[in-house]
């Protein structure tokens, strides 16, 4: 078998669809509630979650929508495994959380890729080496990522940047390459807190064009945003939290194909 074939340039990101083993619901919150240990949230809810329960269908394209301080990156972090939940269920990928073994845990983050508002970029590494950086700590060789991390590099616009260091980028290009490293894994699903927080309207829009990208290659999305006007055009379903509870989860407003 020939091992590069499933890393040609036109295949990256890609999913298989047939696999009669991967569960619909990629992720799913049955009356899941966080409360944290440390907590000095307003005195009279010290819930940051509300039994909150949620499906996300895989290959879907989803926001999550609400006021500061609503549980938003609380809810995020439940996805992305950083949080156990005090009370519900969360099942990824078909697996309950909650009762998988701990050394599950590392392969099932391993799925989930993360786009961080505050970027988290190494900023002694350059650019190309915050991508490399989750394959060399894998004891990955060199030829099995290169390509990929230049083609990813090339598709958000900063091939000829791939040796600067992240100090050296505007704020836009950090984001794009924090939208890169969060993908080069291949993620199953990409998690992202207010990706558009940090650039203008006009780079908010390319950046959204490349979730839509990667959602079209069979990625699963989801966006925390304050961006209302993002949303509304966009046409995807919506989960509105406030309070720690969950109060909308809208079904899209337009039609598919004219979604983005
Ligand atoms: P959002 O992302 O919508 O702004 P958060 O999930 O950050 O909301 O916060 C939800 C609630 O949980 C808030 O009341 C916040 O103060 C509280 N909270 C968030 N993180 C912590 C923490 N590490 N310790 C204690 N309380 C927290």
């Known amino acids: 078998m020939n091992d590069k074939s499933a890393h040609t340039r036109s295949n990256f990101g890609k999913r298989g669809t047939?696999?009669?083993?991967?569960?619909?619901?990629?992720?799913?919150?049955?009356?899941?509630?966080?409360?944290?240990?440390?907590?000095?949230?307003?005195?009279?809810?010290?819930?940051?979650?509300?039994?909150?329960?949620?499906?996300?269908?895989?290959?879907?394209?989803?926001?999550?929508?609400?006021?500061?301080?609503?549980?938003k990156s609380t809810l995020l972090k439940l996805m992305y495994l950083a949080l156990r939940p005090s009370q519900g269920d969360i099942e990824m990928f078909g697996v309950n959380v909650g009762k998988a073994d701990r050394d599950e845990l590392p392969?099932?983050?391993?799925?989930?890729?993360?786009?961080?508002?505050?970027?988290?970029l190494l900023p002694h590494l350059s650019v190309f080496d915050n991508l490399a950086l989750p394959f060399r700590v894998r004891d990955k060789a060199p030829a099995d990522y290169i390509d990929d991390v230049e083609e990813l590099l090339n598709w958000v616009g900063l091939g000829k940047r791939m040796d600067a260091l992240p100090e050296t980028l505007s704020g836009g290009e950090q984001q794009r390459v924090a939208i890169a490293r969060a993908v080069v894994g291949k993620p199953d699903l990409l998690i992202a807190d207010e990706p558009t927080g940090n650039v203008d309207p006009q780079m908010g829009a390319r950046l959204i064009r490349l979730f839509v990208e990667l959602n079209k290659l069979g990625t699963t999305i989801v966006i925390a945003t304050h961006d209302h006007e993002m949303v509304a055009r966009s046409g995807a379903p919506v989960l509105r939290l406030e309070h720690g509870k969950l109060t909308q989860i809208s079904a899209p407003h337009r039609a598919a194909n004219s979604r983005h």
Do not use: C
């Not at 944290?36 to 949620?54: G, Q």
């Not at 799925?111 to 970027?119: E, H, N, S």
């Open 107 to 120: 392969s099932l983050r391993r799925r989930i890729g993360v786009v961080f508002q505050d970027f988290r």
């Open 18 to 71: 047939d696999n009669a083993d991967f569960p619909k619901a990629l992720v799913q919150f049955e009356n899941v509630s966080l409360k944290y240990n440390n907590s000095i949230a307003e005195k009279n809810r010290n819930l940051a979650l509300d039994r909150v329960s949620l499906r996300l269908e895989r290959g879907g394209f989803y926001f999550l929508t609400g006021p500061s301080g609503a549980g």
